[in-house]
């Protein structure tokens, strides 16, 4: 059996805010069909997949095929340590986030690059409906580690930043340290994705390392990173409200040779 589509109809299923019999029902199913697909014990009809289709996703990756490569990542082989190459302590973000929009009521976040989980746990430990995803596998396999260990719930899963669609609305998009991924001539259309899936009153908190010339490049730089130019995130937010602005230059050890970062930091409130 596919385990991947079990775990994808689930995700899909929840991140719609579907129950299984909502979901039989729109599909002309037993409740206990949708429960034995979502738990591997069998598939649906091959004539129910246009259904499937009308679902809004693609059937290649419900059924857990790529039909894109996903970029491999140095982190693949990092992430592979059993320890936390990023420790536990979370990005400052991570508490303007709790300020900004305390969890009072049901709100989804979407860590986009998370990495290990650290900062996806975090915020389900506090009580956001969290999804997460990252383009390594061993990044993915410790978040969810990580969400067991302290019993809390997460949807991780990987995918690729510059293909993903986000499937359903979230009221905040949250990511650290990944936006240089994305290069220079997409970076427009992959955060105006972001936003049009943005709830509106709903948050981005975001963080981009900017280039400075009289910083050197640092050790672990990749090939397919690229910085970002001061003020460039702000003008991809010019329709919406700043809430806060930021850049800063602060040292980093990551690699084992210290070295220095310029990160721009924007917190922008989707008004209308
Ligand atoms: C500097 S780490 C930051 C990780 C995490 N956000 C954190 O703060 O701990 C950058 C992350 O971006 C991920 N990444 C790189 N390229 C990516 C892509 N194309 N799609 C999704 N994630 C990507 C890497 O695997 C890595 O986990």
Redesign the pocket.
């Known amino acids: 059996m596919n385990h991947d589509f079990a775990q994808n109809l689930l995700r899909l299923r929840k991140a719609r805010g579907l129950t299984q019999e909502q979901l039989a029902g729109q599909l002309g199913v037993s409740p206990q069909s949708v429960s034995k697909w979502e738990n591997c014990q069998s598939y649906p009809d091959i004539e129910l997949l246009p259904h499937l289709a009308a679902f809004s996703v693609r059937i290649d990756a419900l059924l857990g095929y790529q039909s894109e490569k996903l970029?491999t990542?140095q982190?693949?082989s990092k992430?592979r340590d059993p320890a936390y190459y990023?420790g536990n302590d979370v990005?400052s973000g991570c508490y303007e986030v709790l300020r900004l929009m305390p969890p009072v009521r049901p709100l989804r976040l979407l860590?986009?690059?998370?990495?290990?989980g650290?900062?996806a746990v975090f915020f389900a430990r506090n009580g956001y409906t969290v999804s997460a995803?990252?383009?390594?596998t061993s990044?993915i396999e410790k978040g969810r580690q990580l969400a067991e260990l302290h019993r809390t719930e997460v949807d991780f899963f990987q995918?690729?930043?510059?293909n993903?669609q986000p499937e359903s609305d979230f009221d905040i998009v949250f990511?650290?340290?990944?936006l240089q991924?994305i290069p220079r001539g997409e970076r427009r259309r992959v955060l105006e994705g972001y936003k049009a899936h943005t709830a509106v009153g709903g948050i981005h908190v975001l963080n981009v390392f900017v280039d400075k010339p009289f910083l050197p490049v640092p050790p672990d730089w990749e090939e397919?990173e690229d910085f970002w130019s001061s003020g460039e995130l702000l003008s991809c937010y010019a329709d919406w409200k700043v809430e806060q602005l930021e850049e800063r230059i602060f040292d980093c050890d990551s690699s084992g040779i210290p070295h220095q970062h310029c990160m721009d930091v924007l917190i922008a409130r989707k008004m209308v």
């Open positions: 970029r990542s982190y693949e992430y990023w990005w860590d986009v690059g998370c990495g290990e650290q900062a995803f990252d383009v390594t990044g995918a690729d930043l510059l993903y990511s650290s340290g990944v991924y397919q």
